[in-house]
C-alpha cells in the first residue's frame, strides 16, 4: 500500500514538444506530491509539489496535475528543451510520516535538439 | 531555496576501512535528516531516518552497525560505513527536511557521494 508506481521508464521528446510523467499512488493517506528532477551524478532536486486540496499547479513550463479519485498525478512539461533531459521521480508522503518520502521507478527523459 | 551539502563529494577506498560522509543543512534547522542509496539507473532506496538528539530509524534490511548514523546538531548528519566493500559501492544521498508541518516538510536532497570500494 506504500508504492507509488510511476510511468513511461523512459521517454523520448522532441524540442518543443509536451513531455508528460504519470504516477499512481495507493495509500489514500498521502497529501503531499513532490516531483524530483535528478542530473547524472548529482543529488534530486525539488521541481514542483502539490498538496491534494487543488487539481493542478503550475510553475513556469510544469504543471502538475492531481486527480484524487483516481489517485493519480502527472507532471507536464510544456516546450521541452535538451537541457530538460534527466530523470524525473515522483513521490508521495503523509504528514504524519515525518516527511518520509515513497519514490516511483524514476523516468528517463531525453529531448531531442 | 534551501541547500543540503554533502562531503565527501566521491570517496575512494580500500576493502576494510570505514568512510565517514557528512551532510550539512547550510541555510536551514534540519530537524529530520534522510539517507538514501541509489544504484545506477535505479530509483533512491531510504536506508535511514534520523532525528536530531535521538537515534537513526533504519529501514527493514539495513544493518545498523555497518550504517552508522548520527545527527549530533540540527544542520550536521553522517553516515559511517563501516568495514567497508566492494558491494556497498554506491551513491550514497542525503536529505533534509525541516520537518514539523505541512509547510516544512519539503525534503532537500545533498549533491551526493560515489562511494568506491576497492
Known amino acids: 500500500q506504500q508504492q507509488v508506481k510511476q510511468s513511461p521508464q523512459s521517454l523520448i521528446v522532441q524540442k518543443g514538444g509536451i513531455s508528460i510523467i504519470n504516477c499512481a499512488y495507493e495509500n489514500t493517506a498521502f497529501d503531499y506530491f513532490p516531483w524530483y528532477q535528478q542530473f547524472p551524478g548529482k543529488g534530486p532536486a525539488l521541481l514542483i509539489a502539490i498538496r491534494p486540496d487543488v487539481s493542478e499547479k503550475k510553475e513556469g513550463r510544469f504543471t502538475i496535475s492531481f486527480n484524487k479519485s483516481a489517485k493519480q498525478f502527472s507532471l507536464h512539461i510544456m516546450d521541452s528543451q535538451p537541457g530538460d533531459s534527466a530523470t524525473y521521480f515522483c513521490?508521495?508522503?503523509?504528514?504524519?510520516?515525518?516527511?518520509?518520502?515513497?519514490f516511483g521507478e524514476g523516468t528517463q527523459l531525453t529531448v531531442n535538439p | 531555496g534551501a541547500v543540503v551539502s554533502q562531503h565527501p563529494s566521491r570517496v575512494i577506498c580500500k576493502s576494510g576501512t570505514s568512510v565517514k560522509i557528512e551532510c550539512r543543512s547550510l541555510d536551514f534547522q534540519a530537524t529530520t535528516m534522510f539517507w538514501y542509496r541509489q544504484f545506477p539507473k535505479k530509483s533512491l532506496m531510504l536506508m535511514a531516518t534520523?532525528?536530531?538528539?535521538?537515534?537513526?530509524?533504519?529501514e527493514q534490511g539495513v544493518e545498523k552497525d555497518k550504517f552508522l548514523i548520527n545527527h549530533a546538531s540540527l544542520t550536521l548528519s553522517t553516515l559511517t560505513v563501516t568495514s567497508a566493500h566492494p558491494e556497498d559501492s554506491s551513491f550514497y544521498i542525503c536529505s533534509a527536511s525541516e520537518g514539523g508541518s505541512w509547510n516544512t516538510d519539503t525534503q532537500y536532497f545533498g549533491p551526493g557521494t560515489r562511494l568506491t570500494v576497492l
Open positions: 534520523s532525528n536530531e538528539g535521538s537515534k537513526a530509524t533504519y
Open positions: 513521490a508521495a508522503s503523509k504528514e504524519t510520516s515525518g516527511s518520509r518520502l515513497t
